[in-house]
């Protein structure tokens, strides 16, 4: 009921704000109106008075000014201000704002006026009877209750006797579509009466004990039932479980019949009035309860085998403190994962100490909170992954040519024969060959000047390199487990410094900075009933490249893949696809002799060089429970 009145107060405070902006905006476009026909009322005032009549305020502006003023406002009012260069349409319309004053305009004359006092039309009780099914509706709002009883008698022929201490008793309520014989007590209860029904058929109203709405009076009815059920609404088996059925009822009314039939010592600190339906077979006290008062303000405790009733929000006697132990989990970040609609109104914080939660709100707040966290304390199954992670780079380098030239100094002659041919002729050795060709008929090829050099060079390569790492990861179910494992490498950054103006000041600073190539592995294992994984992987591995310039900081390139895959338990996967390949051609050597066989191999020089690189990555998770 206290909800309903504040309600339409709320709305009538909306309304009547409303009509006060569109009253002033119009009084703002009349004046409008009027400056534009009459510039005196567009000129500026000083005026200053102390407990003058607002009449003789309003004579003095239109004296003063020259304007036409017509006014019929109520001299007993007075005026205290202190204007300086204020327009005079501007001041007519803070005064009507702030006395509440009307405003008409007609030519250049202005009419001001105390608005009429709105008349109070008395308001008629809402009361409507449906003869054919016998149900009565009424919406009523602070009406007498002298004329809600008589419109009712009219209506229904229901007799009820009013006494007269209760001619000025005011009630408010609303029931839709009840029986007369429910309707009745409802409306007795909603307003702090007590009505009795003799055996003749004749109803009675009766003011509580004390003043009418006192708090005596208030205290009293909560022990009074305002409404008997039948057993065939309401009845308990000998399990002292509960069975009802009822379609409108009263929670009030409902609680006093359930504590009667079971014996219940009870103690009711507010009252229970909220209408309910309820449909229940077979069900514990508690349960009942629980249902009973979801929905509402209202609670229960129990102390020492009595109930506590009343509205948990106006009443500290019905917190509740309990420690929820977890089993399975950590309590860390366990409050986080308690929805907000279950926490709203109550404390809940960590107990490390013992893994666990305190909980403190009403009774039924904790009991909700303590079911959702035992439903969600389960063991956490514990997934072990062992990786296997295989690096093989397969790379083949053929290398065949002479070179010759000149050098700016001597060469000696050095190299290799076994296992690739690798040898620098100095030019000594060169005309020891040469002169073993002299003599030979008429060959003679000359000598060659001592600083030429001659470099023979034919070398074939084959290399196979595979690297193994088979690290172990353990990690929670839900949660991600990380491998990372890379180098690091160091380049200098210089910066250079000048102060001074006139003759400038070099200055030098340099800072270390570094640069990471890693392979990185972050699995996230998602365990489900079946027992079957669900591995959500990425893989990102970088490897330096060579330098740009010799202080620069080291390139790096990059692979990665994200992947989701689905196996069962103990089953091995494998994840590939992250191979480069390159190859290299190269050749060099005299125009047109350089491209004919064998003699290509004398007049220049030829290099293939060919790499595989390869990267697999065996995955194998086990659910330890």
Same mark, same amino acid.
């Given at each position: 009921?206290?909800?309903?009145?504040?309600?339409?107060?709320?709305?009538?405070?909306?309304?009547?704000?409303?009509?006060?902006?569109?009253?002033?905006?119009?009084?703002?476009?009349?004046?409008?109106?009027?400056?534009?026909?009459?510039?005196?009322?567009?000129?500026?005032?000083?005026?200053?008075?102390?407990?003058?009549?607002?009449?003789?305020?309003?004579?003095?502006?239109?004296?003063?000014?020259?304007?036409?003023?017509?006014?019929?406002?109520?001299?007993?009012?007075?005026?205290?201000?202190?204007?300086?260069?204020?327009?005079?349409?501007?001041?007519?319309?803070?005064?009507?704002?702030?006395?509440?004053?009307?405003?008409?305009?007609?030519?250049?004359?202005?009419?001001?006026?105390?608005?009429?006092?709105?008349?109070?039309?008395?308001?008629?009780?809402?009361?409507?009877?449906?003869?054919?099914?016998?149900?009565?509706?009424?919406?009523?709002?602070?009406?007498?209750?002298?004329?809600?009883?008589?419109?009712?008698?009219?209506?229904?022929?229901?007799?009820?006797?009013?006494?007269?201490?209760?001619?000025?008793?005011?009630?408010?309520?609303?029931?839709?579509?009840?029986?007369?014989?429910?309707?009745?007590?409802?409306?007795?209860?909603? %307003?702090?009466?007590?009505?009795?029904?003799?055996?003749?058929?004749?109803?009675?109203?009766?003011?509580?004990?004390?003043?009418?709405?006192?708090?005596?009076?208030?205290?009293?009815?909560?022990?009074?039932?305002?409404?008997?059920?039948?057993?065939?609404?309401?009845?308990?088996?000998?399990?002292?479980?509960?069975?009802?059925?009822?379609?409108?009822?009263?929670?009030?009314?409902?609680?006093?019949?359930?504590?009667?039939?079971?014996?219940?010592?009870?103690?009711?600190?507010?009252?229970?009035?909220?209408? /309910?339906?309820?449909?229940?077979?077979?069900?514990?006290?508690?349960?009942?309860?629980?249902?009973?008062?979801?929905?509402?303000?209202?609670?229960?405790?129990?102390?020492?085998?009595?109930?506590?009733?009343?509205?948990?929000?106006?009443?500290?006697?019905?917190?509740?403190?309990?420690?929820?132990?977890?089993?399975?989990?950590?309590?860390?970040?366990?409050?986080?994962?308690?929805?907000?609609?279950?926490?709203?109104?109550?404390?809940?914080?960590?107990?490390?100490?013992?893994?666990?939660?305190?909980?403190?709100?009403?009774?039924?707040?904790?009991?909700?909170?303590?079911?959702?966290?035992?439903?969600?304390?389960?063991?956490?199954?514990?997934?072990?992954?062992?990786?296997?992670?295989?690096?093989?780079?397969?790379?083949?380098?053929?290398?065949?040519?002479?070179?010759?030239?000149?050098?700016?100094?001597?060469?000696?002659?050095?190299?290799?024969?076994?296992?690739?041919?690798?040898?620098?002729?100095?030019?000594?050795?060169?005309?020891?060959?040469?002169?073993?060709?002299?003599?030979?008929?008429?060959? %003679?090829?000359?000598?060659?000047?001592?600083?030429?050099?001659?470099?023979?060079?034919?070398?074939?390569?084959?290399?196979?390199?595979?690297?193994?790492? /088979?690290?172990?990861?353990?990690?929670?179910?839900?949660?991600?487990?990380?491998?990372?494992?890379?180098?690091?490498?160091?380049?200098?950054?210089?910066?250079?410094?000048?102060?001074?103006?006139?003759?400038?000041?070099?200055?030098?600073?340099?800072?270390?900075? %570094?640069?990471?190539?890693?392979?990185?592995?972050?699995?996230?294992?998602?365990?489900?009933?079946?027992?079957?994984?669900?591995?959500?992987?990425?893989?990102?591995?970088?490897?330096?490249?060579?330098?740009?310039?010799?202080?620069?900081?080291?390139?790096?390139?990059?692979?990665?893949?994200?992947?989701?895959?689905?196996?069962?338990?103990?089953?091995?996967?494998?994840?590939?696809?992250?191979?480069?390949?390159?190859?290299?051609?190269?050749?060099?050597?005299?125009?047109?002799?350089?491209?004919?066989?064998?003699?290509?191999?004398?007049?220049?020089?030829?290099?293939?060089?060919?790499?595989?690189?390869?990267?697999?990555?065996?995955?194998?998770?086990?659910?330890?429970?």
């Amino acid at each position: 009921m206290k909800i309903i009145i504040l309600v339409l107060i709320v709305i009538l405070s909306v309304g009547s704000l409303r009509g006060q902006t569109e009253r002033l905006d119009s009084i703002q476009v009349r004046l409008e109106r009027v400056v534009h026909r009459d510039s005196a009322y567009f000129s500026e005032i000083d005026i200053s008075v102390g407990k003058l009549s607002l009449g003789e305020f309003f004579r003095t502006i239109a004296r003063v000014n020259g304007v036409n003023l017509c006014y019929k406002v109520n001299e007993d009012q007075e005026v205290t201000c202190n204007f300086n260069r204020a327009r005079v349409d501007e001041l007519l319309f803070f005064l009507c704002k702030e006395y509440n004053l009307e405003l008409e305009v007609v030519g250049n004359i202005v009419s001001i006026t105390t608005p009429l006092p709105p008349v109070n039309i008395p308001r008629e009780p809402r009361i409507e009877f449906d003869s054919v099914e016998s149900l009565l509706s009424y919406d009523l709002l602070e009406d007498n209750l002298v004329s809600v009883i008589k419109l009712v008698s009219s209506l229904t022929g229901v007799q009820v006797v009013v006494p007269r201490s209760l001619y000025d008793y005011r009630v408010s309520g609303y029931v839709n579509k009840m029986p007369v014989d429910e309707a009745l007590p409802v409306l007795a209860s909603m %307003n702090n009466l007590e009505i009795f029904r003799s055996k003749k058929g004749t109803w009675t109203l009766v003011a509580p004990e004390g003043p009418a709405g006192s708090e005596q009076g208030k205290v009293n009815s909560l022990y009074r039932p305002r409404r008997n059920f039948s057993p065939d609404q309401v009845s308990i088996d000998s399990s002292r479980l509960i069975t009802a059925s009822i379609n409108k009822g009263n929670v009030h009314d409902i609680v006093l019949e359930i504590c009667s039939l079971l014996g219940l010592n009870r103690v009711f600190l507010t009252s229970l009035d909220q209408e /309910t339906a309820l449909h229940v077979k077979g069900v514990d006290l508690y349960s009942l309860f629980r249902v009973l008062f979801a929905g509402t303000p209202f609670t229960y405790k129990e102390e020492d085998g009595v109930f506590l009733f009343g509205s948990a929000t106006k009443n500290k006697d019905f917190a509740t403190t309990r420690v929820i132990p977890m089993c399975y989990r950590s309590v860390d970040k366990v409050i986080e994962l308690i929805p907000t609609v279950l926490k709203n109104g109550m404390q809940v914080q960590l107990f490390p100490d013992q893994n666990s939660v305190i909980a403190t709100g009403s009774s039924r707040q904790v009991d909700e909170v303590e079911r959702f966290l035992k439903s969600i304390d389960r063991s956490v199954p514990l997934v072990t992954i062992e990786v296997l992670i295989v690096n093989s780079k397969k790379s083949v380098i053929h290398e065949v040519g002479i070179t010759a030239g000149i050098g700016e100094k001597p060469t000696q002659t050095l190299g290799t024969i076994s296992p690739g041919v690798s040898m620098s002729l100095s030019a000594n050795s060169i005309n020891k060959l040469i002169n073993s060709f002299n003599g030979f008929g008429s060959i %003679n090829l000359g000598k060659v000047t001592p600083d030429f050099y001659m470099s023979l060079k034919a070398l074939e390569e084959a290399g196979n390199i595979e690297l193994r790492s /088979t690290p172990k990861l353990s990690t929670l179910n839900g949660h991600e487990a990380t491998l990372k494992s890379g180098e690091t490498k160091y380049y200098k950054e210089v910066q250079n410094n000048y102060y001074g103006s006139q003759i400038p000041v070099p200055s030098e600073s340099y800072t270390w900075k %570094n640069v990471e190539a890693n392979l990185t592995l972050k699995i996230i294992p998602f365990v489900s009933l079946d027992g079957k994984i669900t591995l959500t992987i990425e893989i990102e591995q970088s490897e330096f490249t060579a330098r740009e310039e010799k202080d620069a900081p080291p390139g790096t390139a990059t692979r990665s893949f994200k992947s989701l895959v689905h196996v069962r338990n103990e089953e091995m996967v494998l994840l590939g696809g992250l191979d480069r390949n390159s190859k290299e051609k190269t050749s060099s050597g005299l125009p047109f002799l350089a491209r004919v066989p064998v003699l290509k191999w004398l007049f220049g020089s030829v290099k293939n060089n060919k790499v595989d690189e390869k990267l697999n990555v065996f995955i194998k998770p086990t659910v330890v429970y």
